[in-house]
């Protein structure tokens, strides 16, 4: 009997679950750890989502199995939310699909579409689901950049040519998760002509939509005309309507890979438990206030945070969208390296960040911050970081050297 298991052969060992065992350890011994490491919102669901879980739960019928592509009127408030946001038309019943979070969406759809030694093109850094859903499926990867450049069209290009065999399948993410990069409507136009030219299936994961900043909404793949030729984007409830714990998301688009990823989680699974389904479906067509008060608040929270990290002596670019902020490691401490800086953040400052590495090689010397708590923990946080690097020999602004 061999404990030789192929796809755990394929797996590396998870690098930000060492931060993350320093950090429960240190919380078990007492310490207060400030927790921007994992992007686990710390607000609450809108009340009447919750009221109407509560009030579905009450119906005795409401706890047999569900469905496993979600219920109708579930599918029907998604399509209506694409409509409103980007005006963009979609058929509940074959371009449309539920899943237990956009991660879950994303491991099915890869197990559905990718034959061993399939070649798929996945950004570097990125979300770990983006790459690993697919090597757990038999895939192997080629990395194109996060940065929406010249670069990354040189790069698609020659993966393109050189690659044997050719890259079946493009993942995007924008706004990005870990980088927090954003693209404009042109990018996506430009995506999908060379999709379509190079016979390409493209995989949207748009999970941080609502939260941008400074005016600018980020745009759907689906916006395109003919994208859903070539394209299926995966939303998440999630973060918009703080409901992480949950597990609730969708995807949408191109009919033949929905019905692909709708008949792979008819064997994995029979949908959200039905109660969820409902509260969802309530803050989909419910009051939509609390999504412009969280992006407010989140954005409030990204100037705390790059003004008391910048006066900390630690200068962080601020992010243009989503929950997070990719931040350099400070440059007198940039040779520690982004694994065992975070260590030293979290022993020294007492404060848990997430090591760029853990995102790909290509996030080395970088961490994510998640702006995860509130504006006092901030900047406390900031305050712990700035002792931190004095005590590691870095002047913070306007501090003389040898003061």
Request: net charge neutral.
């Amino acid at each position: 009997m061999s404990d030789e298991f192929y796809r755990i052969k394929r797996l590396p060992p998870y690098v930000i679950a060492e931060v993350n065992a320093m950090r429960a350890a240190a919380r078990a011994a007492g310490e207060d750890i400030i927790d921007l490491g994992m992007g686990n919102p710390d607000l609450p669901p809108p009340p009447h989502v919750i009221e109407k879980l509560c009030e579905v739960a009450m119906k005795p019928d409401a706890h047999g199995y569900s469905q496993s592509k979600g219920i109708p009127g579930l599918r029907r408030a998604q399509a209506n939310y694409y409509a409103r946001r980007f005006n963009v038309e979609l058929d509940p019943e074959t371009e449309v699909v539920v899943t237990m979070g956009s991660k879950e969406g994303l491991s099915s759809l890869a197990t559905a579409i990718t034959a061993p030694g399939d070649v798929v093109l996945a950004p570097n850094p990125s979300y770990p689901i983006h790459t690993f859903g697919f090597i757990i499926a038999g895939a192997t990867i080629r990395s194109v950049p996060t940065t929406p450049d010249e670069n990354y069209w040189r790069s698609l290009d020659r993966a393109m040519a050189f690659t044997v065999p050719r890259p079946s399948v493009l993942v995007v993410g924008y706004p990005s998760n870990p980088t927090a990069k954003v693209v404009d409507l042109a990018f996506y136009e430009r995506l999908v002509a060379w999709a379509k030219e190079n016979k390409v299936w493209v995989l949207s994961d748009l999970a941080y939509s609502e939260l941008y900043y400074d005016g600018c909404p980020t745009p759907s793949i689906l916006q395109v005309p003919g994208a859903k030729d070539v394209a299926i984007e995966f939303t998440s409830m999630s973060k918009t309507y703080s409901m992480a714990g949950w597990r609730m998301g969708f995807a949408v688009g191109n009919r033949q890979l929905i019905a692909a990823l709708t008949r792979v989680k008819s064997y994995l699974d029979y949908g959200a438990f039905t109660p969820i389904q409902a509260a969802a479906c309530a803050a989909l067509n419910g009051p939509q206030d609390i999504v412009q008060k969280n992006r407010e608040l989140y954005h409030k929270r990204r100037d705390v945070m790059i003004d008391a990290f910048g006066r900390a002596g630690w200068d962080i670019p601020p992010p243009r969208a989503s929950m997070f902020a990719w931040a350099p490691l400070p440059p007198a401490l940039k040779h520690m390296g982004s694994l065992e800086f975070s260590k030293q953040l979290l022993q020294h400052a007492k404060v848990a960040v997430a090591p760029g590495v853990g995102y790909g090689e290509d996030g080395e010397g970088y961490v994510r911050i998640a702006m995860v708590e509130n504006e006092q923990r901030l900047r406390q946080a900031a305050r712990n970081v700035k002792r931190y690097l004095a005590s590691m020999g870095v002047n913070t602004p306007g501090q003389a050297v040898g003061s």
